[in-house]
């Protein structure tokens, strides 16, 4: 029961991901993202994967929404940005840690119709709001960008990390849902004339929508309506361009020099939001490149790592509890029994959250001594990813 | 309504000295605890945790899920929680919060127009409340809680004692606290505007709602939850003693743990360990690893509590790591064991 590589059918798929490192992707894909549950190591591995691409030579950028403060150190960001800065002791990598109002604000900027209407949006309380929360504006941004970054034809390789929003698919689901919001009843509400003229309640912008109208400036006041009215209507002329970059970021997606690397840590919550993951990838017909598990335990080594756990229980009972070394040499080996469940459970939930799904490629990183920020750290994490540690 | 209104201002929460909780007998103690932390750290296990220790110390209590992740359906092994408020356990209720079936709810409650609220809710003020306002999901989400909080049975008791609240993770929770206050900006008058005033009243008063930070004795978590409370407190509201889950304890009492810390010699232990069975040389290096692992990661914890402690200005309550735990539930009802002894 112990042993937790037990062979069989079920498990055939797995040992093939397993025999498979991320090295091709690293050497060949040009979008590779990375996405997965928070604080399962996302932006690590994404970092990771970013320094490894650009020593093979890959004019490389990493992209990161929200890096713990000392990765970003050491990838050279001190702050925001909107534009990528070169690592500092890594050739042929750019980084850049997001702005989200920095990059709405540009994107208004260089496409909105007029300088006038610039500034119109730019002030609207409406969009301020917007511009500087979190949920939704992230994906959107991240999309945006990466759009950005593949026209400049600057980069081989382009690694991004997920926003961490509430679910990692919704970095997925961006373009259809500004595609459907733009597309919908609400905007063609507040984009109809007679909303444009302040007369909302009137026949001119028909039944449903005036009943609509008539119940919501009850409810928020009317002065609300018109800051949304004219923040919409500000908008015209740029809905379309909104529209063609994230289908255009879907597509860019869908290619087969494309990368989703699900990220994951070993305990069932996050490995649940990684099967998830993977499901939803095929439904859309994304490019999964495989799963990393990140600090994975390691099984100990030697006949104590393959004995019956009884036995190890045994030995540590027999020692003698009045001798300093026998006594320190059962808790060794209770030790050993503690890390072996560890393994055996870590395993089996691997194993349970990935049956059916067989992934092309499954990476286990193993737990290190401490956390990893910097760039040795990260190359040591690399040599997992690609196999190069593999004896 | 806007004379003796409270708003988040930096100020104002000083001026109100925030006092912070030394005992962990306090725990329990607000109406409704907002459990928060940085992703991975089992911010849900321990609100579910927080929650059967409050039913065990005789509290009536509804454990509520906000991101519709269906985590506490996997912890307490039941049908997937709606919008429906269930008792999954005796005194226990859970509920998993739809911002649309509460923005149904509250359209129902105000104009009491059932056609009205269909026809919104089924079409544009959804896509309202979900793409142009996003903080309008927050603001719909707190305020459900609100309800919960104020809601009386027949004779006038509080239906609930307790609400604990799996709330979204740090990197939110600021922008999540905050929606109603965006939303008295963007809504000057109105039902909306004294409902989202409510809600401030709801959130900054100490008695009846305070955060749960969780965190774990690690760099980036510890780091988070640092900044997290200084950023909390300098909102205005009340922080619970802190939750450290997963502390590693000594495998053993001092005196092997030192004698673990001066190292046991290769040829020594292989010596010992033959007598045992383990006479190969790996199984020697082996046990050595994790003998030094185990010393390692007790100092980087010790590291961690001491950055923690010196970085937040609030009392630490330690969850121990369950090393062989097997089922979730068995794992969290452990956790409450701990909790309801310290309350207790």
Known sequence: MSDA???GAVVSGLVQARSR????????RHVIVCTGAGGVGKTTTAAALAIEAARRGRRTIVLTIDPARRLAQSLGLSRLDTAPRPVPGVDGLDAMMLDMKRTFDEIVERHATSPDRVQRILDNRFYQQLSASLAGTQEYMAMEKLYDLDQTGRYDCIVIDTPPTRNALDFLDAPKRLTDFLEGRFLKMFLSPGIAAGRFATRAVGVGTGLFMRAASRVTGAVVLDDLAEFFQSFEGMYEGFKQRAQAVYHL????????VVVSSPEPPSLREASYFLRRLARDGMPTAGVVVNRVTVAPGGHVGAAPTAELMEAAAALNPDDDIERATAVLLELAIEARAIVGRQQQAIEAAFHGLTPPRLVEVPLAGGDVHDVDGLRWIADHLTGATAA | MTTGARHWRPHLAAERKVTHLVDARTLLDPRVLLVTGKGGVGKSTAAAALAIASVRTGRRTCLVEVEGRQTMRALFNTEPWDFDEREVRQDL???????????AEYLAMFYGARRLSRLVVNSTAVEFATTAAPGIKDVLLIGKVKEMERRRDPDGRFVYDMIVVDAPPTGRILNFLRAPEATTELVRVGPIREQAQSLIDLLLDPNRLRLQLVTLLEEMPVAETAESAQALTELGVQLNPI?????????????????LADGIAADTLQTVLAGSGFDDPASAHALRHLGEQHLRRLGLQDEMRAALHEGVDVPVFELPYLATRSFAENEV???????????S
């Not at chain 2, 209720?93 to 923005?103: Q, T, V, Y």
């Not at chain 2, 009802?333 to 309350?343: G, H, K, Q, R, Y």
């Open chain 1, 21 to 28: 490192s991320l090295d091709d992707v690293v050497a060949r």
């Open chain 2, 93 to 103: 209720f859970g509920l998993s919060i739809d911002p649309e079936a509460s923005l």
């Open chain 2, 243 to 259: 939750i450290a889950n997963r502390v590693l304890r000594p495998q053993a009492d001092a005196a092997t743990m030192k004698v």
């Open chain 1, 253 to 260: 997606l869908q290619r087969p020099d494309s990368a989703f």
């Open chain 2, 333 to 343: 009802s452990l956790l409450a064991d701990v909790i309801s002894a310290a309350v």
């Open chain 1, 5 to 7: 590589n037990g062979g």
